[in-house]
Nanobody, 123 residues
Framework: QVQLVESGGGLVQAGGSLRLSCAAS????????MGWYRQGPGKQRELVAA???????YYVESVKGRFTISRDNAKNTVYLQMNSLKPEDTAVYYC?????????????????WGQGIQVTVSS
């Protein structure tokens, strides 16, 4: 089992920035992909960004150029730097750790999940 603890959410005005952190513990050797999903009000959960153990990254089109995902392997932590935030970025953000290839998580989210953290962007 992998345990994930998120931090860094909150309320910010449009155009502002936030950085989310997710610390992993437990069976971290089994992790291939770490990612951030989000679920806005009345919306389905979507994969926002992900990074593989080899450093490859994925971003959903709506956040490209604004969000950056990174990982610190020494700290077993993944970060999501979110800049130029928009009201439509408002959602609960979930950290995820998956042992499968990145492409699998695009349509079939599985693995270990954090508790979720609220990000609210005011207009």
């Amino acid at each position: 089992q992998v345990q994930l603890v998120e931090s860094g959410g909150g309320l910010v005005q449009a155009g502002g920035s936030l950085r989310l952190s997710c610390a992993a513990s437990g069976m971290i050797f089994s992790i291939n992909v770490m990612g951030w999903y989000r679920q806005g009000p009345g919306k389905q959960r979507e994969l926002v960004a992900a990074i593989t153990s080899g450093g490859s990254t994925y971003y959903v089109e709506s956040v490209k150029g604004r969000f950056t995902i990174s990982r610190d392997n020494a700290k077993n932590t993944v970060y999501l730097q979110m800049n130029s935030l928009k009201p439509e970025d408002t959602a609960v953000y979930y950290c995820n750790a998956d042992r499968r290839p990145l492409v699998a998580g695009l349509t079939d989210p599985r693995g270990s999940w954090g508790q979720g953290i609220q990000v609210t962007v005011s207009s």
